[in-house]
């Protein structure tokens, strides 16, 4: 119950902030715009709309996530509204768990009305409804997950700027890491590949999120890849988290 | 007399600068605060008073020493049940309403729903925050923050009340408020603690303070204790006096006389002195027109305990 009050009430306060309604009205209006795009080509229409509704609902989707994430806790700190909630019987683990939920649920809403807008255009477009595309979303929105956990596990020990860098670096850099793996597998020596094998194992992978092409090209979709992708991003987002609440735990409000 | 507050030897070290180099900023600290004490923490700014504020309410742990709230230990999250805390200037949540903040601070005590709504209620007409209680907070002034803080301290009825710096922020009027809400806190047989710089709020509230200078506390008692037991000096003025009289009370003063509207001062190191000086001026035909004893004010006190000991 004291999760849920703290997630209740990290939601009422992210939706009700302005910067929150205009992002979101700003994404919306992209991907209605994807529409006009798609006019112009010929034949490619859903493709189009597809393509260019996720990669938004994407984009912002992670914008939201980082730039929420990072203050989350250091905000509360800096600010000193943990003190009130620290100082009552609430285990600090309650309060880092509550604070996340209360994102999680932000981004549902918020990614949620993206992704819906980008379902209905292309219905609107092809004449017939993509279930792959709430597949992709779906995979979407747990990597949008892990990249929040990430900004949450920087914002227990950092300032919100150096958050923000770190976990833009690591969002970039596990989009990327499927090719990391295989550059080194292709080229590198076997000392450098193991440290890239090392490092592939410590980031996330978020390149294993992406089925976005597939479903927009309308190619087959691996089921078991899906679940596969699922089970490591609860995974990882469980690690983050116990990472972030070991930090939280004995750290000090100044 | 039952211990509300216990603290054994409790010490805080911070870590400094770019080389995080370990800085004590609270030594040894023991004290021991009753059941229905208005108990007063004083001390300059950066003395450590908040840090302990903190560490009795698990913001910080200690480096070394215990404190025990109620008999259990602060470190325990189930302490924090019965005791009520105002932090020093309280910034609380920009986009939620007041009674939206209150009801979130009694989930997280596990209260009820319906308790929640009576004690809200209750509280808001406490600190008279009826009228904006649907308001967000970030349209609050600093007062009316202030205010709020104190209801959320109260939201779970709490046997121990610890405020950091209760009168910042207030107008004299707001300062009157909680003085007479602290008063009434104590009526109700709870335990004050609070940390102040405004020493007359001081005076008028607490049954005992603690002086904290540089991180080490040097001086606990009860506030008539400290200032009636030594009477500073004793004050004249007296009318007509004679050029034989002002050499013998210069002589009693021991120090030169000061001319006022009203007559001359005289200021007498002791009352003994001051008894011999009355008679004689008597004596010698002069009108006293005023005696006033001068006692150590809560703020001679303070000073003299702070330049004392500032290192």
Known sequence: MKVQAIALNTFREAVRDRILTSVLAFALLLIAASAILASLSIGQEGKIVKDLGLASSSLFGTFIAIFLGIGLVSKEIERRTVYTIIAKPVHRFQFLLGKYIGLVLTLLVTVGVMVLLVVGLAWAVDGHWTPGLLAAAGLDFLALMIVTAVAILFSTFSTPTLSAIFTLAIFVIGRLSGDLRWFAEQFAGPGLRRAIQVLYLILPDLSRFQIGPQVVHGLPLSTAGIVWAALYGVVYILVLLLLAIGVFQRRDFK | MDPVIEIEGLCKDF????????????????????????????????????????????????????????????????????????????????????????????????????????????????????????????????????????????????????????????????????????????????????????????????????????????????LDEILTAQTESVELILERVSPDLAVLLQDLAQGPLLSRPDGVLVRLPDQERADQALRAAVEAGARVVGVAPQRLTLEDHFLREVQGHTP
């Open chain 2, 15 to 222: 870590r400094v600068g770019f080389w995080r180099r370990r800085t004590r900023v609270l030594h040894d600290l023991n004290l021991t605060v009753h059941r229905g004490e208005i108990f007063g923490y004083l001390g300059p700014n950066g003395a450590g008073k908040t840090t302990t504020l903190k560490l009795l309410t698990g913001l910080i742990l200690p480096t070394a020493g215990s404190a025990r709230l109620l008999g259990r230990d602060v470190t325990l999250v189930a302490t924090k049940q019965q005791i009520g805390f105002l932090p020093e200037t309280p910034y609380f949540y920009d986009y939620l309403t007041g009674r939206e903040f209150l009801d979130l601070c009694g989930q997280l005590f596990g209260l009820p729903t319906p308790v929640r709504r009576d004690r809200i209620a209750r509280l808001l007409a406490l600190i008279s925050l009826e009228q904006a209680a649907d308001r967000q907070l970030r349209k609050y002034s600093k007062g009316m923050l202030q205010r709020l803080g104190l209801a959320q301290a109260l939201i779970n009825d709490p046997s121990l009340v610890i405020l950091d710096e209760p009168m910042s922020g207030l107008d004299p009027l707001g300062r009157k408020a909680m003085r007479d809400i602290i008063l009434q806190l104590k009526a109700e047989g709870r335990t004050i603690f609070f940390s102040s710089h405004i020493l007359p709020d001081v005076e008028v509230l607490c049954d005992r303070v603690g002086i904290l200078v540089g991180g080490r506390l040097r001086g606990v008692g009860r």
